[in-house]
């Protein structure tokens, strides 16, 4: 089945810089990657997702990409705040199945 | 209209007990999946129903694990003989189709004392 990592575990950074997340996954059919936010004791939400057939995709401050040869993807905060500090899940559905894999997650800490 | 409900958002139980908790999708979505979050950690995925086809049990972590889901509606996911490992919070999500964005609901923490 499908198998993605994520990385790091946990990202420190001042507000105003940049944040970057990094998932890779392991099935090569895997065709929708979306990320969630999950901030403390919430539900996780989605906030951007991309599918295989784009290389890259923008919401204001958050872009994904993805590499799809290298089978690796990536968020990208820019302009980090406070009110993005949050646990952030990668996830990837195989080619095979429609479940989604989840990574295990990345604690953000947007510091002032 | 509605989100994705749980109930109940807490639950304290002793060990040996049986829980069931009820997730409610959002009208129309064909998709429910249950997810096991312990503090701290990731998702764990547990259970996945599609319309009426047999669902991927694969996640469930031991037989004392099981749920149900009638048609396209209500699910209950049943935990037997609760352990104190079996302390998490309990997520379920729903989606209009097994490939696209997951709803997911505010959980159910289950204590086992």
């Known amino acids: 089945g499908e198998n993605v990592e994520q990385h790091p575990s946990t990202l420190s950074v001042q507000e105003g810089d940049s944040a970057v997340i990094k998932c890779t996954y392991s099935d090569s059919a895997s065709n929708y990657f979306p990320w969630y936010k999950q901030e403390l004791g919430k539900r996780p939400q989605l906030i951007i997702d991309i599918r295989s057939n784009v290389g890259e995709k923008k919401d204001q401050r958050i872009a994904v990409t993805l590499n799809k040869t290298a089978k690796h993807f990536s968020l990208h905060i820019t302009e980090t705040q406070p009110e993005d500090s949050a646990v952030y899940f990668c996830?990837?559905?195989?080619?095979?199945?429609?479940?989604?894999?989840f990574g295990t997650g990345t604690r953000l800490q947007v510091t002032l | 209209g509605a989100g994705v409900s749980q109930s109940p958002s807490n639950k304290v139980t002793e060990k040996g007990k049986d829980v069931e908790l009820r997730c409610d999708p959002i009208?129309?979505?064909?998709?429910l999946y249950w997810y096991r979050q312990r503090l701290g950690q990731g998702l764990e995925f547990l259970i996945y129903?599609?319309?009426?086809?047999?669902?991927?049990k694969s996640g469930l972590p031991s037989d004392r694990f099981s749920a149900e889901r009638t048609g396209e509606s209500v699910s209950t996911l049943t935990i037997q003989r609760t352990q104190q490992e079996d302390s998490a919070v309990y997520l379920c999500?729903?989606?209009?189709?097994?490939?696209?964005?997951?709803?997911f609901g505010a959980g159910t923490r289950l204590s086992v004392l």
């Open positions: 129903f599609q319309g009426n086809s047999a669902p991927d």
């Open positions: 996830a990837a559905r195989g080619g095979t199945a429609s479940k989604l894999t």
């Open positions: 009208s129309g979505h064909t998709a």
């Open positions: 999500a729903s989606s209009p189709g097994g490939a696209n964005i997951q709803y």
